[in-house]
T-cell receptor, first 114, second 113 residues
Framework: AQSVSQHNHHVILSEAASLELGCNYSYGGTVNLFWYVQYPGQHLQLLLK??????LVKGIKGFEAEFIKSKFSFNLRKPSVQWSDTAEYFC????????????FGSGTRLSIRP | DAGVTQSPTHLIKTRGQQVTLRCSPK?????VSWYQQALGQGPQFIFQYYEEEERQRGNFPDRFSGHQFPNYSSELNVNALLLGDSALYLC????????????FGPGTRLTVT
């Protein structure tokens, strides 16, 4: 079955701490991988994406993610978080080379203490 | 460049009623997908429309139906509403022969009482 697992339901960090959010997927075949963010009161926005090539991808606002094919993982990282990073983060997967349905994880709520 | 727009923003309905939600895709996009996001959960895929046809469908009952118009805009219809249909309904648009990214609208918050 196709699925995405996010290991942490709620993460609380202080400003300037480093962040790593875990994501594993189960999907038959080659995939597109995404991280989306949902800031309070705002709509879902794309943080970064991986389609092919360099497995280390950089996104907006200093976020990056690494695709490790052997581990079916796509973890999100940021060296130093800010209060404005408080949001819900969703890892997602879709079939490679298509705009087909996206399968989302259940999300990780990130709270940053000022 | 207009992004994805959805209407209405909020809606309150009673069990058993029917509802129609609307979506206008991002300019230049030809494919529309609908997702349901229950509170505290990730979005779940309902169906996708391309060339006015339903192309893919998720694990949702036939009470959920849709339509795509020649201008690529789309409607989601839900019949015989249940309390469990209360959720944020998201529309996403993409370009069939493009970058495979889906752009999401702000959603319609449906509350069923």
């Amino acid at each position: 079955a196709q699925s995405v697992s996010q290991h942490n339901h709620h993460v609380i960090l202080s400003e300037a701490a480093s962040l790593e959010l875990g994501c594993n997927y189960s999907y038959g075949g080659t995939v597109n991988l995404f991280w989306y963010v949902q800031y309070p009161g705002q709509h879902l926005q794309l943080l970064l994406k991986y389609f092919s090539g360099d497995p280390l991808v950089k996104g907006i606002k200093g976020f990056e993610a690494e695709f490790i094919k052997s581990k079916f993982s796509f973890n999100l990282r940021k060296p130093s978080v800010q209060w404005s990073d408080t949001a819900e983060y969703f890892c997602a997967v879709s079939r490679y080379s298509s705009a087909s349905k996206i399968i989302f994880g259940s999300g990780t709520r990130l709270s940053i203490r000022p | 460049d207009a992004g994805v727009t959805q209407s209405p923003t909020h809606l309150i309905k009673t069990r058993g009623q029917q509802v129609t939600l609307r979506c206008s895709p991002k300019s230049g996009h030809d494919t529309v997908s609908w997702y349901q996001q229950a509170l505290g959960q990730g979005p779940q895929f309902i169906f996708q429309y391309y060339e006015e046809e339903e192309r893919q469908r998720g694990n949702f009952p036939d009470r959920f139906s849709g339509h795509q118009f020649p201008n690529y805009s789309s409607e989601l219809n839900v019949n015989a509403l249940l309390l469990g249909d209360s959720a944020l309904y998201l529309c996403a648009s993409s370009l069939e022969h493009g970058s495979y990214e889906q752009y999401f609208g702000p959603g319609t918050r449906l509350t069923v009482t």
